[in-house]
């Protein structure tokens, strides 16, 4: 690793929601939904930092809070970097970046038009959410003028006072997706192409566990499969997962979990496969993704994670996972244009 420091010094006492990782980078619990659900990420060196991922318009508050305690000027900062568009990665950037003087937001190609007018994403999001809801878990959006917005490219590299990072383009969750590999940690800001691993279901022992996420509407299991085997091509020590935090006590560590992520994004598509044309398809969807998420995860949790609990930690995760295979399996049928 080479020589990264946070600066200042991070004090003694940091807030509950800001979590040091490895030297020079934060993890911001931005409470969307409950604790330790979502994450936002600080990097933080000589003198300068940047942003990965943002969590909600609901979040500011702890990502100001973030810089006011580790003594970071809002003017040091110089990226806000959302992994891809979903609100809960990007739905803060506009009001972020209203609060930073000096930063420029870098965006995949394919969600700079969303980051700048953030109206069809709203409209996208109420449809599936209702008003309520969205003011609710969300807050209004806000877009970033385009002058201060850049598109990432694939390999593209920055720097941070100094500290690489390196962009790649990594589809399979969504098409407005890139990675950032982080030179230094020799780990990757993975959004939600490396999956989720709850907190909740780490085990002493084995360590983490870790599921995929088909979010609708651009889940492609070949497409993932592939981003997945770019970013292990790096040999990485550790992911930093939006949801939730840091992965990975060691190289071999992340093999782990990638060999479990690809075996269960397999899984996903025969599942998917066998019920496309089931009567009550979405809920035959639910029933056996669960089933799949429950005995992957007592495999690697025995008896203290009981499938009652797997199933309330994780009802949303298959709420949503179910959605986006089915969009998955219905464009599938379409004919190509």
């Not at 449809?127 to 609710?136: D, I, K, P, Q, S």
């Not at 992520?261 to 019920?275: K, N, S, T």
Request: glycine share 8%; hydrophobic share 45%.
């Amino acid at each position: 690793m080479s020589a990264t420091t946070a600066l200042p010094s991070a004090p003694a006492s940091l807030p509950s929601y800001l979590e040091p990782l490895v030297p020079g980078v934060y993890a911001i619990d931005t409470a969307f939904q409950r604790d330790h659900f979502d994450a936002c990420f600080l990097i933080v060196n000589g003198g300068r930092a940047a942003f990965v991922d943002t969590g909600t318009r609901l979040a500011l508050p702890r990502l100001l809070g973030a810089l006011a305690a580790l003594g970071v000027p809002r003017d040091a900062v110089d990226w806000v970097i959302p992994t891809h568009v979903h609100l809960d990665h990007a739905g803060g950037v506009g009001p972020l970046m209203a609060e930073l003087p000096s930063a420029t937001m870098l965006v995949h190609p394919r969600g700079l038009r969303h980051m700048v007018d953030p109206s069809a994403l709203w409209a996208g999001a109420l449809a599936v959410y209702g008003e309520a809801e969205m003011r609710r878990s969300y807050g209004e959006l806000m877009g970033v003028p385009e002058s201060r917005a850049q598109v990432s490219s694939d390999e593209q590299r920055i720097t941070v006072g100094g500290r690489t990072l390196r962009l790649i383009d990594t589809p399979g969750h969504a098409r407005h997706h890139h990675c950032v590999w982080d030179e230094a940690s020799a780990g990757w800001f993975t959004g939600d192409t490396f999956g989720l691993s709850y907190r909740e279901f780490d085990d002493p022992e084995r360590g983490a566990w870790i599921m995929p996420t088909s979010t609708p509407i651009q889940f492609e299991p070949d497409a993932l499969r592939a981003s997945i085997a770019r970013m292990m091509a790096a040999r990485p020590s550790r992911m930093y997962l939006t949801h939730y935090s840091v992965v990975g006590r060691d190289a071999a560590d992340v093999e782990r979990l990638a060999a479990l992520l690809v075996a269960q994004i397999d899984e996903m598509e025969a599942i998917a496969l066998r019920l496309k044309d089931a009567p009550d398809r979405h809920v035959a969807l639910k029933r056996e993704l669960l089933a799949l998420y429950q005995r992957r995860a007592i495999e690697h949790c025995g008896e203290r994670m009981p499938p009652t609990r797997v199933a309330a930690l994780l009802a949303m995760d298959v709420e949503l996972n179910a959605q986006g295979l089915g969009v998955w399996l219905d464009r599938k049928d379409r004919p190509a244009p």
